[in-house]
C-alpha cells in the first residue's frame, strides 16, 4: 500500500466517526468531542509518521531499518507525550474522550499497518 493511499485510509478512519460524533453529541457536549478529535487526529499523525517511516526504513540494510524504526519509535512516542501534556494542560481538553480515542485509533491504526506492511510485495518491498 502506497503511503498516499493509507494516509487516506486514515484520514477517513478519522474523519468518518469523528463527524458523526460531532452530529450526535456536537451540541449536547462540544468539549468532550473536541477533546476525542484531538486525540484522534494525534494517533492518525502518529500513524502516518509510522508508516511513512516503515517504508523508507525497508530500503535500507538491516542496521538502518532497526536504527530508524527504533529511533523513530522513540522520537514519536516524545512527540506524542507531549502533545497529550499540551492538550490536557494548556488546551483543557477532558481526559477521557482524549485518552480513549487515542488509544482506540492507536491499536486501530497499529493492526492495520502491520497488515499493510506484512501484504507489501517483494517489487514493493524493494523500491
Not at 41 to 57: D, M
Not at 72 to 93: Q, S, Y
Not at 99 to 125: D, M
Amino acid at each position: 500500500m502506497t503511503l498516499r493511499r493509507y494516509a487516506t485510509l486514515v484520514t477517513g478512519a478519522v474523519a468518518l466517526p469523528l463527524g458523526v460524533l460531532a452530529l450526535s453529541l456536537g451540541s449536547d457536549d462540544p468539549h468532550a468531542v473536541r477533546s476525542a478529535a484531538f486525540g484522534a487526529a494525534l494517533a492518525g499523525f502518529n500513524a502516518l509518521a509510522a508508516y511513512a517511516l516503515a517504508l523508507w526504513a525497508q530500503r535500507g540494510s538491516a542496521s538502518v531499518f532497526m536504527g530508524v524504526v527504533l529511533g523513530g519509535m522513540l522520537g514519536r512516542m516524545v512527540l506524542m507525550l507531549a502533545a497529550v501534556a499540551v492538550g490536557l494542560g494548556i488546551l483543557d481538553l477532558r481526559r477521557l474522550p482524549l485518552v480513549a480515542a487515542l488509544l482506540t485509533y492507536f491499536v486501530i491504526f497499529l493492526v492495520v499497518e502491520l497488515l499493510a506492511l506484512n501484504r507489501r510485495r517483494p517489487a514493493e518491498n524493494a523500491s
